[in-house]
Nanobody, 118 residues
Framework: QVQLVESGGGLVQPGGSLRLSCAASGSISSIYAMGWYRQAPGKQRELVATITNGGSTNYADSVKGRFTISGDNAKNTGYLQMNNLKPDDTAVYYC????????????WGQGTQVTVSA
């Protein structure tokens, strides 16, 4: 069994920064990939960023140049560094982890609120 615990959300002013964490615990052989999603009020869930176990990353156009996804394999923890935050970044952010060499199992974090407002 695997559980994901998210942390790091909060209230920041436009232009500020936050770092979200996603800590995995339980029966983990390896992490195939990790992604961050967000759900803003009145909008559908959006894929924000992904990273594979090989280190390849991908970002939504709306966050390119501002957000950085990374992972610490030794700690089984993923991160989303968010810089130059904008009001449109306000959303609940969810981490999603694919477990196993082939990513056969997937798990979701509980979500963490990010609010960007003056």
């Amino acid at each position: 069994q695997v559980q994901l615990v998210e942390s790091g959300g909060g209230l920041v002013q436009p232009g500020g920064s936050l770092r979200l964490s996603c800590a995995a615990s339980g029966s983990i052989s390896s992490i195939y990939a990790m992604g961050w999603y967000r759900q803003a009020p009145g909008k559908q869930r959006e894929l924000v960023a992904t990273i594979t176990n090989g280190g390849s990353t991908n970002y939504a156009d709306s966050v390119k140049g501002r957000f950085t996804i990374s992972g610490d394999n030794a700690k089984n923890t993923g991160y989303l560094q968010m810089n130059n935050l904008k009001p449109d970044d306000t959303a609940v952010y969810y981490c999603h982890v694919l477990i196993g060499r082939l990513g056969a199992r997937d798990y979701w974090g509980q979500g963490t609120q990010v609010t960007v407002s003056a």
